[in-house]
């Protein structure tokens, strides 16, 4: 078990508080404060998926390793590091206004995706998101190329994209 990782302790959650301190009936400034946080973070464990949220309270939550979290899903470990990654991302991007307002962190980002650096960038979505599931990207990489100028944009990037940068 990691020792950066939060445990799990039912205890707490089901009395609310931690038994062996006094508990006040008025909450004071820092339980207000850290009741922010815990709310910020709950909504944003909402924006994950089942799989990533199941995920994140048992490695985190509950303290599990991978290969414990494998056993019990059935999945390859190499699949729980990228669930891993991929949830560690969205809740940073979900958080980024927290971490700037709360702890004077900058979230600012250098934008490296084309799609996002163009001017048209909501006209841009609007046609990823039109795209059917039936039909490939060829039409939409053509509408980018010839409409909006914007060369060399393979699936991959649009998909990306959309799962990434389309909030």
């Known amino acids: 078990m990691g020792s950066n990782r939060i445990i ?6 089901e009395l609310g508080h931690d038994p062996t301190q006094a508990y006040r009936l008025t909450p004071g400034p820092e339980e207000t404060y850290n009741r922010a946080i815990i709310t910020a973070v709950n909504r944003a464990m909402e924006a994950l998926d089942e799989e990533e949220r199941a995920f994140i309270r048992a490695y985190y939550l509950q303290g599990m390793s991978y290969r414990q979290i494998s056993r019990i899903t059935g999945q390859a470990i190499y699949r729980l590091e990228n669930l ?6 969205r809740l940073k991007r979900r958080l980024s206004g927290l971490l700037g307002g709360r702890f004077n962190i900058s979230t600012e980002r250098e934008i490296v995706c084309p799609l996002c650096r163009h001017p048209d960038v909501d006209k841009i979505n609007a046609l990823i998101l039109s795209k059917t599931r039936e ?6 990489i053509r509408i980018l190329r010839d409409d909006f100028a914007v060369a060399g944009v393979m699936p991959q990037r649009l998909i990306g994209h959309r799962k990434y940068h389309m909030i």
């Open 8 to 13: 799990y302790q039912d205890w707490i959650v």
């Open 84 to 89: 891993h990654q991929n949830a560690v991302r």
């Open 135 to 140: 039909e490939t990207w060829k039409r939409i």
